[in-house]
């Protein structure tokens, strides 16, 4: 997984490294995925923090989210149901059957039925029913369930993140063709680890988390919609999430969250 790295420290813009790892790195470190009945311990939190250049150590979830990578757990479940399809498409459905064989196939088919059911049982579809269009739907029902169940039990970000439904970010991923700092400062305001006063507050780097407009916390949502002091910033750009460059623009006129 340290592959990555160089290519980042070289420049190379955020969907280039994206696509580094997703297409080249994962496949490697998640070779044999479907197959693999244990929880790995991979993480790749390091990884997108450097990928998206946020300065601080937001949510691990919160990262997944924002660069449009699903956490491993859901990479595996895709896999599984990615290779049950091939079976499917392929008539090798009858590798099902208990057709006396060897050992070893003997072993590899019980391992697929015990996928098929697992896999099905968590998607509600059946092997047949697989389609790229379908598999991709599900991993995304998975994922914003996931999300919200953390979201109920208190595992909240601190920024306008939790405003922003998965689906959102789904259809209007965040342009990770512009700079690192602009992606970057854009990820500090959406999951609120940022250089705003009430995060820094929160990690006692400041003696009060009230904005310099002096009306109430400054927070990702106070700094981007309501400030009186950048006012003039927000009706030149008129930021809005749905208008990713938009944010951009207003980030880079005020410089507040600019390293």
Request: one cysteine or more; aromatic letters at 8%.
């Given at each position: 997984?340290?592959?990555?790295?160089?290519?980042?420290?070289?420049?190379?813009?955020?969907?280039?490294?994206?696509?580094?790892?997703?297409?080249?790195?994962?496949?490697?470190?998640?070779?044999?995925?479907?197959?693999?009945?244990?929880?790995?311990?991979?993480?790749?939190?390091?990884?997108?923090?450097?990928?998206?250049?946020?300065?601080?150590?937001?949510?691990?979830?919160?990262?997944?989210?924002?660069?449009?990578?699903?956490?491993?757990?859901?990479?595996?479940?895709?896999?599984?149901?990615?290779l049950i399809r091939g079976l499917v498409k392929t008539d090798n459905v009858s590798m099902l059957s208990d057709t006396p064989?060897?050992?070893?196939?003997?072993?590899?088919?019980?391992?697929?039925?015990?996928?098929?059911?697992?896999?099905?049982?968590?998607?509600?579809?059946?092997?047949?029913?697989?389609?790229?269009?379908?598999?991709?739907?599900?991993?995304?029902?998975?994922?914003?369930?996931?999300?919200?169940?953390?979201?109920?039990?208190?595992?909240?970000?601190?920024?306008?993140?939790?405003?922003?439904?998965?689906?959102?970010?789904?259809?209007?991923?965040?342009?990770?063709?512009?700079?690192?700092?602009?992606?970057?400062?854009?990820?500090?305001?959406?999951?609120?680890?940022?250089?705003?006063?009430?995060?820094?507050?929160?990690?006692?780097?400041?003696?009060?988390?009230?904005?310099?407009?002096?009306?109430?916390?400054?927070?990702?949502?106070?700094?981007?919609?309501?400030?009186?002091?950048?006012?003039?910033?927000?009706?030149?750009?008129?930021?809005?999430?749905?208008?990713?460059?938009?944010?951009?623009?207003?980030?880079?006129?005020?410089?507040?969250?600019?390293?």
């Amino acid at each position: 997984m340290n592959m990555l790295k160089p290519f980042i420290y070289a420049g190379l813009s955020p969907d280039i490294s994206k696509k580094i790892l997703t297409q080249v790195i994962m496949p490697k470190a998640l070779y044999g995925a479907s197959l693999w009945d244990y929880k790995t311990t991979i993480s790749l939190h390091t990884y997108i923090k450097l990928l998206l250049g946020a300065h601080y150590n937001p949510p691990t979830e919160s990262l997944h989210l924002l660069a449009n990578i699903p956490p491993v757990n859901l990479v595996y479940t895709k896999e599984r149901l990615q290779l049950i399809r091939g079976l499917v498409k392929t008539d090798n459905v009858s590798m099902l059957s208990d057709t006396p064989r060897s050992a070893i196939t003997l072993k590899f088919m019980s391992d697929i039925k015990k996928l098929v059911h697992r896999t099905t049982k968590l998607t509600d579809l059946r092997p047949v029913d697989l389609t790229r269009h379908k598999i991709t739907n599900c991993i995304q029902k998975e994922w914003t369930r996931q999300w919200n169940a953390q979201l109920a039990n208190g595992m909240c970000p601190y920024g306008i993140l939790p405003v922003l439904e998965p689906e959102h970010l789904f259809h209007q991923p965040l342009p990770l063709n512009n700079r690192r700092k602009d992606v970057g400062a854009l990820c500090d305001l959406l999951t609120g680890h940022s250089r705003l006063l009430s995060f820094q507050y929160r990690i006692n780097l400041t003696y009060t988390p009230v904005c310099t407009c002096l009306i109430e916390e400054e927070t990702a949502y106070h700094y981007m919609y309501l400030c009186a002091d950048y006012d003039a910033a927000r009706a030149h750009t008129n930021p809005s999430t749905d208008n990713w460059e938009s944010v951009i623009s207003f980030l880079n006129l005020t410089r507040r969250l600019m390293f």
